[in-house]
Structures are given as C-alpha cells and as structure tokens.
C-alpha cells in the first residue's frame, strides 16, 4: 500500500511540473498579438507644459508595439512686454538743434521760433545737470551750407552740420553757450537732418563710457529736404525720406535712445501745408506733417522713441518739462520675457512593468529633435529617461520606441491584458523655478492570444469609475486548473482500483 501511495506521488508531482514548465514557456510564433487598450497618457506640468504617450502601431505579424512619446511648450502669446523702467539717469546726451532760416520766423509778438527752442534747451541743460551732476552734454547744429546761386558743390555734404561744443562736455556753462550759438554764424536755408544725425552719432560714438545711459534729442522745425545720399539737390523726396530713416535706424541699433521735437509742422488743428510740387519728387500731393509722420512715426505709434509735434509756444513746454521728464523718470523698454515661459531641466521617466522588461525586447526607433534617451531600460528600475535641457514657447519634441516580443517568453503572460508602461513621472522647472513633480499610470496595453486575435475593444467612456470588484490587474495562471483536476482524479481512481485487485488477488491465495 505504501508503495502505491509513493507512486502516485511521483506521478503528481512529475505531472505538475509538467503542467507548470508548459504554462512557463511559450513560442513567438504560436501567439497572436492585440490591442487591448490604446488609452492615451496625457499629462500637464507647469502652465504651458504638455506630454503624450500614445500607441502608434502594432504588428501583428512581427509582434512589435511602437510607442510614441511627445513633449511640447504650449506657450503662443508674446514673449516680450514694454515696460516702463525708472532709475537709470542720463549719462550721456547730444543735443541736435536745427538753424534753418525758418528757426527765425515770428511764433508770438518779437518772439522767434528760434528763441523760444534755445531758451527752452538751455532750461532742460539746467535741469539735466541738478539731475545728475556727472552728465555730458554736446551741442550740435544743422541746415544747410551757406551757398551762392551758383555753388551747390557743398550742399549735402558734412559742410551742413557743426558740432558746437568739443565732444561731450561735464560743464554746464560750456554747454549753455554752445546752445546759445545756434545760428549765429548763419547756416543755409535747407534742412539736412541727414548730416546732422551722421555728426551727432559720430560725437556720442567717439564717447569711452559704454556703459552711461546715451541720448539723442532732436529739435527741428521742419522736415527733411537735404541728404548725403541725394548730395547737391533740394527737393522733398522718398529718397531723402529713405536715407534719413536709414540714419535714425543706425543709431537706434547702436542702443542710443532718441527723442524728437517737431515744431510747427502743422497747425493747431493738426493740419498741414501741401508741399509744392515745384520742390516735390512724390507722386501724389504729400503735407510735411505727412512726411513727418513717414519717418519720425507719430506720437502714439512711433518709430524711433518719444516724438512729441509742438504748435507756437507749447514748445517751451514739450522741450523742458516733457522732454526732461521722459529722461528722469520714465523709460519705455521692450523686455525680453521668454525665459518666464520657458520650461527647463525637464526629466521624463518611462517606467515598464516586470513582466514587458523580462518578454519584450526594448529599441529605440528615433532620436528626439530636443534632449536625450536611454539607449536601453535601466532594470535598477525598470525606466527608460527623456533628459530635456530647455523647451522653449511654442517648441516641440518626440520620438518613438519598439517593444518587440522575444522568441521565446513567459506562457503566464498569455490572455492577459499587458500595459506597456506602469507609470509616467516628470519633473521640471517653469521660469526657473521647480515645478511640481507630474505622474500617471495611465498606458496603452496589448494581449497575447493562442490562435485568431482577439478584436479590439470599443474606446472606454471618457468618465470611468473604479469598480472595486474587479482586481486592477488580471490574476497570473499558471496552467489549467480544470484539466490538472481531471487528471489528478483519474489517477487516483485508477490507483484505488488497482489496489483494490491487487489486494483481492493476494486473498484468494
């Protein structure tokens, strides 16, 4: 009896492990793949950060599953602001002063055009120097050459402009009297705002201090009718229109800061005289306040910074009182904002479950435009990582991954739901400044079939909720329980059977 019982050991014993090493191991080739769930991973960090892993194609055939990861800066607005900035005084200003023959037209009684702009520069030079005691200041004059009816070779030539003081003077006295001088020695009749802008620039230029706040102010009464560009000719044209802009543009680009007065270009109701069309090279009738506006902009769009249009007195006014209160108060600057928008040190880490890091293959199948990957899944932690040192507004990045079924895997796996990733985490900085750390399990998941594929389930509701009687994850098998059943009873059976005859025939002897 013992001896049965021993061997009906070994017989379970042997067919349980036979039973286990068939559910343990299974063939590439006998298994089908399917999609059993193609939820997509969505996951916001910061304000503007987005990241997406979704399922992008499966082979059956080949059974591979490629996974596409993507990482993107939603940020689209404007990523500069103009700001209004106080504090930095005026290092360094050259004032450019016109002295054309209208400079001595009658604004008001015996009041000159002319006086009433010296007289009001010399009041904002007082001011500039209680201001900040260290500032230097040059004078520079322009119009036109003095000329002969006969002589037109030096009129647009540097002959139309003259600096009036030596440089950049720290002496107010000095450069009261050079503002004083304006005119005196009788410049042309013409306007050369051109050389004018060309000698100014070359003055602050030749200053040694980069670092002091640089003005430019310009004080005209009239528009451009003479440039270097057009030389020996008068006349109201694009082409000087064009050259003087190119002028102003070449010192704003050098980081100088300009402001304009425009005096008497137009009447106090804003209108303006015609040119002439014997001095006019446009094609349609164009007012001087028009041509103006073409290159100095207007005063609440304008081109080059700050220009102010004055009518007969309010001269006075604009130039020492507006004027001086843009340069110690008040600065409109553009600041460069895109760092506040921008994400960096971004780290996104893939994790995958143990069972797709022992049966499935990892492999890379692109590069992403922005940051590095894992060449392989780090099995310290079962995760591959997606370093991504700046993602700037409006950029983004991805790339795509293979998972291929080995040749020969674990048979547990098979007719189980299998997410390709267990969680997602990322950790970032926005502005600068760490974010909030970000994580989902959220994950596509694929089957394993004997036999036809299994068809692919209808996309779940956008509202789930968790139902507390089914386990999150399917329960691993390892064989069949009902066939092991049957075999483990007929094996019994059979051995009380043959007991019971083998015990029969000893007694009939």
Known sequence: MKKCFKIFAVLIATLMFASY???????????????ASREECIIKFGQYGEFEKKLVQIDEENKTIDIKLIARNTYNGSTTSEQTTTGELPGEVVLLVDSSNSMNDIVTGTTTR????????????????????????????????TRTETSYAVLGTDNDAKALTSGMVNDKSTVKSAVSSVGNEGMGAYTDLDIGLKTADAMLSASTDSNSKKYLIVLTDGVPNVSEATGNSFEYSPAVTNATTARLTTIKNKGINIVSVL????????????????VSKYTDEITHKQIAEEIFGTTTNPKFGPVYYAHG???????????????????????????????????????????????????????????????????????????IPELKP??????????????????????????????????????????????????????????????????????KKDDPTVA??????????????????????????????????????
Request: aromatic share 8%.
């Open 394 to 463: 409006g950029q983004s990045t991805e790339f795509t991954y293979r998972l291929s079924l080995k040749d020969t895997f674990d048979g547990e796996i098979i007719d189980l739901n299998l997410p390709t990733n267990e969680k997602v985490t990322i950790d970032y900085k926005e502005g600068d400044k760490p974010g909030t750390p970000q994580e989902s399990t959220k994950s596509p998941a694929v089957k394993l079939t004997k036999g036809e594929p299994e068809p692919e389930p209808e996309p779940a509701p956008d509202v």
């Open 472 to 509: 999150p994850t399917p329960i691993p098998r390892t064989g069949s329980y009902l066939w092991m059943s049957v075999i483990i009873a007929t094996i019994f059976g059979l051995s009380v059977t043959t007991y019971g005859v083998i015990k029969s025939i000893k007694l009939s002897r």
């Open 313 to 387: 007195t309010r001269v006075t006014d604009t130039i020492s009182n507006t004027i001086y209160e843009t340069l110690r108060t008040t600065q409109t600057i553009t600041v460069d904002e895109i760092a506040k928008y921008t994400l960096s040190d971004v780290v996104i880490k893939d994790f995958f479950p143990q069972n797709i890091v022992d049966n499935f293959d990892f492999s890379k199948l692109s590069e992403p435009q922005i940051g590095t990957v894992s060449d392989s899944i780090d099995t310290s932690d079962r995760s591959i990582t997606w370093s």
């Open 21 to 35: 090493v068939f559910a343990a191991e299974a063939n590439k080739d006998d298994v089908t793949l399917s999609v």
């Open 263 to 278: 005096a008497d270009v137009s009447y106090s109701d804003g209108t303006s005289d015609v040119v002439p069309s014997s």
């Open 114 to 145: 002319r006086s009433l702009i010296l007289n009001a520069t010399n009041e904002l030079v007082d001011k500039l120097f209680d201001l900040n005691s260290n500032i230097k200041i040059g004078v520079v004059e322009f119009s036109s050459t």
